[in-house]
């Protein structure tokens, strides 16, 4: 369970570093990749498991352009392997 929330704080981040903000809401939406005027949200249903949360984060990430930021390479494999 550690590395699970290793791995979603490390997600997050790449999206912290993309300028987007992720949110955990109680809701009942599958969630994803959002955007409200010229900001994007990735929105995550709080309840959810850690494996969701990470499918949502990595589903969500491989919409956007990663080229040009820092992402470690096992962590940008699985990524784009995922």
């Known amino acids: 369970m550690k590395d699970k929330r290793k791995l979603i704080k490390e997600l997050e981040e790449i999206a912290y570093k993309l300028n987007i903000s992720v949110r955990y809401e109680a809701t ?20 959810s498991t850690p494996e969701y949360k990470i499918s949502i984060l990595v589903k969500s990430l491989r919409k ?8 470690k390479p096992k962590l940008r494999e699985f990524i784009e392997n995922y």
């Open 28 to 47: 009942k939406a599958k969630g994803g990749l959002c955007r409200v005027k010229d900001k994007y949200y990735i929105i995550i249903d709080k309840k």
């Open 64 to 71: 956007l352009d990663l080229n040009n930021i820092h992402i």
